[in-house]
Structures are given as structure tokens and as C-alpha cells.
């Protein structure tokens, strides 16, 4: 599953591991994507959303 909004194109993003000691090692943000129909352009779509757009996507 690809983890990609098909509504914003929010996808992953990087930062860092921060342990006690202050090191830093490269890690990734995924978006929370849940898989839902919606309605766009007056047609019923079936995709990947994420949580944030959930409250803004009219639901099918």
C-alpha cells in the first residue's frame, strides 16, 4: 500500500532519532492513511485518504 493521500498528496517524511544522549539517526513519518469512498466531482471514489482530510471529504 502506498501511504499517499489521493485528496492532499500528503505522503512520508523524514527526521530524526533523538536517543538520551543526544544521537541522532535518520527515520521516517508516514502518513495515516485510511482507505475509504468518498465523494469528488460528483462520482463516488474509492482511495487512500488521510485523517486530516477525512473531516473535509464528503463521505459516500
Known amino acids: 500500500m502506498s ?3 489521493t485528496v492532499c498528496g500528503k505522503g512520508q517524511t523524514s527526521g530524526n532519532n533523538v536517543s538520551h544522549s543526544k544521537r541522532r539517526t535518520r ?3 508516514k502518513a495515516n492513511v485510511q ?8 462520482k463516488t471514489v ?3 485518504v488521510c485523517t486530516r482530510c ?3 471529504v464528503e463521505r459516500a
Open 3 to 5: 501511504r499517499v493521500c
Open 27 to 29: 527515520r521516517t513519518f
Open 35 to 42: 482507505k475509504v469512498s468518498y465523494v469528488a466531482n460528483g
Open 46 to 48: 474509492t482511495g487512500y
Open 54 to 56: 477525512l473531516k473535509s
